[in-house]
């Protein structure tokens, strides 16, 4: 950093600046108090709580493993000059490289070079991408324009479907439209109050359904939870999750929100993430910082595809379906590029079954015992029983069977292994849209994996 620099003085300038912005969009009437009041807490202080941000990593991951770095999100790298603690601002991104001791993976997959020489395949190394503080005026936009309109079209239809519920079809058509037009004059977060102005007197016992469902909907500016916001990159799903489940069994008080899409067939643009929203405020202020976790690849590849997806966007400014379709397309190939590695795991771990069985022979041991870690962010139950009973069929079958082992397997022997490969596909891989695709089957890792995930479809295909 430049001689002289301030960094305290620097964000408490800032946070001047940020809370004179909101006060204007206050005073012109752009939010209301409540809105004012909600996103000023989270642009005072920016230091506090840009610290706090850190803290929060430091108590889930340790110290940092090498040198912080500034953050490029152009060329999404790190600029290589020193940066000490007192550098540190909320107004730049930082990269850090933690190590997530708790994972499940950890020295499982490497690969072998010359000699002593070993590279890790899927390493524990989180690079944690901290984020600067969003800025103020991007923070308006999104409350004044898409978080609004969502929020007036949740009420709107809550307030109709509740009111034909009542058998007041008629009506309950005429409000919903009454309260978007009501809505559109001016910026409201008060829906309650609002909506029972417009339906009058009356109607006690519809008012009592309406404040209890309107109160359910989240404000315009509670839907902003991105203000502090950090994206950990992990090699493997199941590394993500792990991390996910750590910080909710050390801050159970805290989490917010958890939204685990790995496994999202329903999303539109095929996206596969996780999201924890925590709350890093402290004397009853709600702070949230946002924590994306997505794996290594995928975000490697997405960037990659970046310029596709905005030269599709240009083409379609008009309509969002034939974006959103060629974005899926993109995103498909990231997760078969993801899925890919898997299937190399995968390998790997077929390779060394044989020896599993030789050493563990007439011990009750393995040297798989607790990998992958048993998740609660998974498939549904059912599932799960119907690929096992249909993965037990096929061994019987000998459809699956192990041809690298020191000695011959009972059947029960080999199930077990075949149930193994099964959980670490379940756990680590992410189900793909289109049934046509598949892993080449030539070897019998790729086999398995295109058995398990066509039951994967099938299920979901229902």
Known sequence: ?????????????????????????????????????YIGAMYTNGMEWFREVFHVLGKCLG??????????????????????????????????????DADPMRNQFFTSCTGHQIDLSVSSI?????????????????????????????????????????????????????????????????????????????????????????????????????????????????????????????????????RDKFYDMENPRNYRDAKLVINIGKDNKIIPMEIICQVRTFFDFERKTHTHYEVARKENSVKSGPIERKLADFMEDGIREYNLMIVRCLDDLFDRVGWNVLYSHDHDISMFDGFPKKCTLYYPQNILEIIADKLDNAIENEVFRMTTVPAKLTKDQEVEIFRFMTRFILVAAMPYLKSTWSVPSDTIAGQLFNFVMKEVQRYYKK
Not at 10 to 18: F, G, I
Not at 63 to 90: N, Q, R
Not at 210 to 223: E, F
């Open 1 to 37: 950093m430049e001689s002289g620099f301030d960094a305290a003085a620097l964000t408490a300038e800032h946070d001047r600046k940020n809370l004179q912005d909101i006060q204007r969009a206050l005073d012109t009437g752009r939010i209301d108090k409540n809105t004012a009041d």
């Open 63 to 100: 110290a940092p493993k090498t040198a912080v770095l500034e953050y490029d999100t152009d060329s999404a790298s790190g600029i290589d000059k020193p940066i000490t603690i007192s550098d540190i601002c909320p107004m730049s991104a930082y990269l850090v490289q933690h190590r997530l």
């Open 126 to 258: 989180v690079t944690v991408l901290v984020g600067a503080q969003k800025k103020v005026s991007r923070a308006l936009d999104k409350v004044t324009g898409k978080y609004y309109t969502d929020y007036v079209n949740e009420v709107a239809l809550t307030a109709q479907r509740v009111i034909e519920s009542h058998e007041r079809i008629a009506s309950g058509k005429a409000i919903a439209e009454k309260i978007r037009e009501q809505f559109d004059k001016k910026f409201i977060t008060t829906a309650s109050e609002t909506v029972l102005a417009i339906i009058g007197k009356g109607h006690e016992k519809i008012a009592v359904d309406l404040v209890r469902a309107l109160d359910k909907i989240r404000t315009p500016y509670a839907r902003l939870q991105d203000v502090w916001r950090v994206k950990c990159l992990f090699d493997l799903v199941p590394q993500a999750r792990t991390f996910i489940e750590r910080i909710r069994d050390l801050m159970p008080d805290r989490v917010l929100e958890i």
